[in-house]
């Protein structure tokens, strides 16, 4: 997932470093997926986008993809970073795919100063950056002059109604159901109209276009959490589907959850954990032995709100990745020096856009559309 990179930045120490976790077991992860079987999904209220603002390791983030009318994908995200309860930290990130497949993309990182929350923990505040929900819990103005090559004011603003699997959206790690150490939590706007510009020193880009948010929270060291992850965001002039799939390290048993959503405007259609992501064929990457995909297939499964059975599916060849991030060259160097060779891993991030058909079946009406897919595959261990 994009995140991990940044979050590396972020929190190093606390996300490379250690030893490797004993093996706990399937038992030892309470996926969210049971609290759907009851709750499939529960739609968002103002208070449930409160910055949770741990006071132990965690890693939180809230994250903005653009696909703009004009053709270019973007990111801009804040993220929020407690090591060990000892250190807190903070990072705004900014990235920028072109349409033209020729320019090469912008990166944007950079560590922040003099950061907090307002009192209801509900907008992020720092020198020079502003990432404010409006009195009305409808939209975000997202504002950052933190880096000359990049200066965003951007407004998302949602058109359908939010949504977090189950009753709290969190699968819960640890030995003892009534003290977990550790949590997993993604909160959705999965549609929204943006408005706005990004300056570069090229020029003004207009993001007007698409957008969805998620707000996450990985209240554990993240590569403790997970071992892999897949994310989808599909925008189309209809529907938009999106899914975040990862799968625990082994000592959690390899363990899989799966949380995303199929909306229109003005309606979730269905929400849930019964979704998959499925690399139909992989190609590898020569540098490495990670299984980079070559194809893939997404599918979204549930009930409307009255009853109807839903299904629906993307799929197809992904084509040149946009970009692949090597995670441990966005570590800092003295990181590098304590860690060493304990991660014993490369981690790498595939990023994607691609121009596909959303096919949908809601109760005995078919239906397709055509839209972008924006997609990312990532292995850590």
């Known amino acids: 997932m994009m995140n991990w990179a940044k979050q590396q930045q972020v929190s190093p120490l606390a996300n490379v470093a250690g030893t490797q976790e004993p093996t706990y077991g399937p038992q030892a992860i309470r996926s969210v997926a049971k609290q759907a079987e009851t709750t499939p999904y529960t739609e968002l209220k103002k208070e449930d986008l409160r910055w949770a603002v741990m006071d132990s390791t965690c890693v939180e983030t809230q994250s903005f993809y653009l696909i703009a009318d004009s053709g270019h994908i973007g990111m801009v995200q804040v993220i929020y970073s407690n090591v060990a ?20 993309h912008l990166w944007s990182a950079d560590q922040l100063d003099n950061y907090g929350f307002d009192e209801q923990q509900l907008s992020f505040y720092a020198d020079n950056v502003a990432v404010t929900l409006s009195e009305d819990g409808t939209s975000y103005t997202i504002k950052s002059a933190v880096n000359d090559n990049s200066i965003v004011n951007l407004t998302v603003k949602r058109t359908t109604p939010g949504f977090q699997v189950g009753k ?8 003892d159901p009534s003290n977990p150490w550790g949590s997993m939590r993604h909160a959705f706007w999965p549609r929204n109209e943006v408005s706005g510009t990004i300056i570069t020193k090229s020029g003004d880009l207009d993001f007007k276009g698409k957008g969805l948010f998620i707000h996450a929270l990985q209240g554990m060291k993240p590569h403790h959490a997970a071992a892999k992850w897949n994310f989808a965001d599909f925008q189309s002039p209809t529907y938009t589907a999106v899914m975040m799939d ?5 000592s959690y048993g390899s363990t899989g959850v799966n949380v995303g959503g199929l909306v229109r405007d003005g309606e979730i ?14 190609k590898g990457d020569p540098d490495n032995d990670w299984p980079e995909p070559a194809s893939v297939k997404f599918q979204w499964s549930g009930t409307t709100k009255d009853g109807k059975p839903v299904s629906a599916h993307l799929e197809g ?15 800092p160097k003295f990181v590098k020096s ?3 060779g304990v991660a014993g891993t490369k981690p790498y991030i595939y990023q994607y856009a691609l121009p ?15 839209g972008t897919l924006f997609s990312e595959a990532t292995f850590i261990s």
């Open 246 to 250: 990862y799968t625990t390290p082994p």
């Open 269 to 282: 259609i269905c929400a849930g954990s019964a979704n998959s992501a499925i690399h139909t064929e992989v």
């Open 338 to 340: 304590i860690v060493g």
């Open 317 to 331: 060849s992904l084509g040149q990745r946009l970009d692949r991030v090597d995670v441990m060259a966005e570590v």
């Open 168 to 175: 709290d959206g969190k699968s819960y790690f640890g030995t």
């Open 356 to 370: 596909l058909t959303l096919k949908i079946k809601i109760g005995d009406e078919e239906s397709e559309e055509k």
């Open 85 to 104: 309860g000892i250190r807190t930290t903070s990072q705004f990130n900014t990235k920028i795919f072109y349409p033209d497949g020729k320019t090469p």
